[in-house]
């Protein structure tokens, strides 16, 4: 049987910014609320996607932003755009379901004569705030090579903020094996691993990774040649690793292709990170 369609009034831009600015305290209390009381939120991102939240209730509540009717989307595409480096769907889900609760909670207890009109508003906004944020992120169908382009030089520089939020939360050398285990995620590969450098004595050694026995087992000195590439202080991806790694090596761990990250300080080499895709020709993003 099918379901009445409910008539609502359209509000006005200038109406919904008005409700906004009234209620703004109330508002800014439920969301706190609903981002305190979210189980499957990791403290890192809570930090982010309240910042998400804190940040577009403050874009809303802005001084007369009622009266840029004509360049509101605009207005709207700058906000989102300068949030990027913050989103992957996973926050900007959650930002949008935090912010919709709010709102839908604080119209129930207001006894809000328009709650639908409110909240019909409030979804053609995350309707185009969704549409800018699949064609930033390179989710739309069809586009020209050069958006496709921009946009995987975008997804690169959100990965390298992802990494830089996740450094500066760590707690060091304690969460290095952590920290391996999202660059896996992070970059999509399915192994990453630590080996440490003695440059003084051309020793490494296996330290941190999955499979630990088989990672520590992997230790010796550089040869002349081994040298000449992993002391470069740059990336180097290696499509046949055979010339340059051991056979026993290939092995053991099952390796088509490898890339090695060095770890530089002081213009010296102290280690590598080792990204491969267990068995898998790797794909240098």
Known sequence: MAHPFHAYEEITLQQYILFIKSHN??????INIYLNLEPFILEPERKMIQTLLE??????????????KDTFEEHLDTWLQSHLPLLNDTHFSMFRLIFEKSIVTLMVNLKHAQPLSILMFLLSIFSHLIHCYNKWTGDEPDQHPKTKQENAELKRLQLLDRLDELLINSAGFKDFAFILKKCE????????VFYAYIPWSNQFYGTIGSELPKVQSMRGQL??????????KKPV?????RNH????HIQLFNLSS????PIVYDQQVFGWLTF??????SIIQ
């Not at 790694?245 to 026993?248: D, S």
Request: glycine fraction near 2%; charged fraction near 25%.
């Open 276 to 281: 491969d895709q267990l068995g898998r020709n």
């Open 55 to 68: 940040s577009f209730l403050l874009f809303l509540s802005a001084p007369n932003i009622e009266d840029i």
């Open 237 to 241: 991806f290696l499509k046949n690793p």
């Open 185 to 192: 995620e992070f970059f999509n590969y399915k192994r990453c």
């Open 245 to 248: 790694i051991k056979e026993e």
């Open 258 to 261: 490898v890339i090695f990250v």
């Open 25 to 30: 305290k109330q508002i800014e209390e439920n």
């Open 223 to 232: 040869s002349s040649k081994q040298s000449m590439v992993f002391n470069s």
